[in-house]
């Protein structure tokens, strides 16, 4: 299950003006004036500066320890030692490397990790150096997992499925994190704003999810036998490609690989769906006391398009694949077999046809693909995208009519 949250930065800076045309300087000559605004903003802050102010900004929310910082496509800070309280690590890999950025930079990315009430919190801030006046300068984007729905070191899987499972009966379960979240968000939008005091910060309440694993990852979990409880740093980020930003983006995804998530998110899709009386719920049970007691939880694929409510989860169950046998698999057997993953793979058919990577955007089918958002339409225009890496844009501009999807990037 992944709790996420966003947030938005607006920041000054200077306009950007685009190089006069030949017919700008004809209406010049004859007393005219161009307006050569191209209506973006450049951020007059360099790499140094806005390393700082992200430190500062998140130390106010008591959120000390640093992940990694990427500028452009150059990893420049990594913790791969697992070093606790280092943010004053990454600030000064950011000042020994500023002079490789004098000339400026595109994206700057930072990102951070929480422990605190339950929650275990990955925190990516993204600025991008030009945006349009329209758009937000930085983006906050923040994913959690419930360390009560965790394996634990020592428990086997199938202990830890019925200790999670009679745990996940509690209906205020989802409620109570989603609330952790919030006041979470809350800090850190008031350390941005009390640090960029000249911007603007924009904070969106918190969303449960529960996801659809691919076919790979629970090969991935069944190949290692259950044995890696830990989420991995990955050396080099793995940025989603096409449609892969949008509303349920998480931040774990791009920079760990973690098995337990996938068991997790197996296990709670068999709970919506599958009579499990011992833990005493039965299905669509888990999905309406998490509407009714005001955290509605969405189901979503791997590719971060929305199946719909965990309340309706049982009305869409078949395009889930196998999902109530494949959770019930040995993951912990000393030898895999592979032949038992054929009805759950069947699940990935089910969005039709997509690009190349599984998303799914408005190109994807003649009646009316998926956009980037994830919602259903029927429009084939798609006569632009988004603008950069789709970073933010997927969870604005393709909300409806998929006339901006991330076709190209």
């Known amino acids: 299950m992944h709790l996420t949250a966003q947030a938005r930065i607006f920041l000054p800076g200077e306009d950007v003006f685009r190089k006069p045309t ?14 050569l605004r191209t209506g973006e903003i450049q951020l007059t802050q360099d790499v140094l500066a806005l390393t700082e102010q992200i430190q500062q900004a998140l130390g106010l929310a008591k959120i000390k320890n640093a992940v990694t910082l990427v500028i452009d496509q150059d990893v420049i800070y990594q913790d791969l030692d697992d070093i606790d309280n280092d943010a004053d690590l990454l600030v000064k890999a950011a000042r020994e490397n500023a002079p490789r950025f004098i000339r400026g930079f595109q994206v700057l990315r930072a990102v951070f990790e929480h422990e605190a009430d339950g929650l275990h919190a990955l925190i990516e801030i993204t600025v991008r150096a030009k945006a349009k006046k329209t758009e937000p ?15 634990k070191e020592d428990e086997s899987l199938e202990d830890a499925k019925e200790r999670i499972g009679r745990a996940l009966g509690n209906a205020q379960l989802v409620p109570t994190y989603r609330n952790a979240l919030n006041n979470l968000m809350n800090k850190i939008g008031a350390g941005l704003q009390r640090v960029f005091a000249s911007g603007r910060v924009e ?26 409880r830990d989420a991995d740093l990955l050396g080099a980020p793995n940025y989603p490609g096409r449609g892969g930003y949008g509303p349920y983006y998480d931040p774990w995804c791009t920079y760990y690989r973690d098995p337990m998530d996938t068991f997790v998110n197996l296990m709670i899709l068999d709970a919506l769906i599958s009579p ?6 039965g299905p669509g049970w888990l999905g309406s006391q998490w509407s009714s007691y005001g955290a509605p939880v969405t189901v979503i694929n791997y590719n971060g398009q929305a199946y719909g409510n965990a309340s309706d989860a049982l009305s ?11 959770a019930n698999l040995d993951f912990e057997a000393a030898h895999w077999d592979d032949s038992q993953m054929a009805s759950y793979d ?3 058919s089910s969005w039709g046809t997509g690009g ?33 890496d789709c970073s933010w844009d997927c969870s604005s501009d393709c909300s409806s009519d998929c006339s901006f999807d991330c076709g190209g990037d």
Not at 22 to 35: H, I, L, N, T, Y
Not at 213 to 218: A, E, K, L, R, T
């Open 22 to 35: 030949f017919w700008d300087k004809v209406g010049s000559f004859f007393g005219g004036e161009a307006d």
């Open 346 to 348: 069947a699940g990935d």
């Open 276 to 281: 499990h009386r011992s833990w005493g719920y």
């Open 316 to 326: 869409y169950s078949d395009r889930l694949g196998n999902v109530h046998d494949t």
């Open 356 to 388: 190349g990577n599984g998303t799914f955007d408005c190109a994807g089918g003649s009646s009316g693909g998926f956009d980037c958002a994830g919602a259903d339409s029927g429009s084939s225009d798609c006569s632009a995208d988004c603008s950069s």
């Open 203 to 228: 904070v969106d309440p918190a969303d449960a999810q529960v996801v659809r694993p691919s076919g790979q990852d629970v090969r991935a979990l069944g190949q290692s036998g259950g044995e890696q």
């Open 137 to 151: 300068t930085a983006t906050v984007s923040v994913g959690a997992r419930i360390q009560e729905l965790r394996p």
